[in-house]
């Protein structure tokens, strides 16, 4: 999978066919001989949920390496953002001119367009995560 985005981790838990990966997404600076000085380096810790059907052959605290295409990220960042900012500026203009250049009735409008975008997001959160499945490779 040449095409893919590959992290480092380790099953935190495991239940029938959900395992949850535990990953520790570090900044650009993580090998600088400076690190230990420094106090913008920065590291966060996640959760990665995955499912598959042959959970039964991990063990939790084994090191495997979870794999997801990169095309799951650029969707993610149309869906979360993109398509969101565009609804709110078309929302905002067409709102603004519709009420006569009333500002407040455009802000609302473009921040109220949010509400249902994001509900059908939560709605369909199911399909998407089949969506965006990741898998997982044992070291």
Do not use: W
């Amino acid at each position: 999978m040449a095409d893919a985005i590959k992290h480092q981790g380790i099953i935190d838990s495991i239940e029938e066919n959900h395992i949850k990966v535990k990953i520790v997404q570090t900044s650009a600076c993580a090998s600088c001989k400076a690190l230990d000085m420094c106090k913008s380096a920065e590291s966060k810790e996640h959760l990665i949920d995955i499912y598959d059907y042959e959970a039964a052959n991990y063990a939790v605290g084994d090191e495997v390496t979870v794999v997801g295409a990169t095309s799951y990220g650029i969707q993610a960042v149309l869906l979360a953002y993109m398509y969101p900012f565009i609804l709110l500026l078309v929302a905002t203009f067409a709102t603004y001119y519709a009420l006569g250049k009333n500002e407040i009735g455009a802000a609302a409008a473009g921040l109220g367009i949010l509400v249902p975008y994001y509900f059908v997001l939560y709605t369909m959160r199911a399909k998407l995560t089949k969506k965006f499945s990741f898998t997982i490779i044992k070291n």
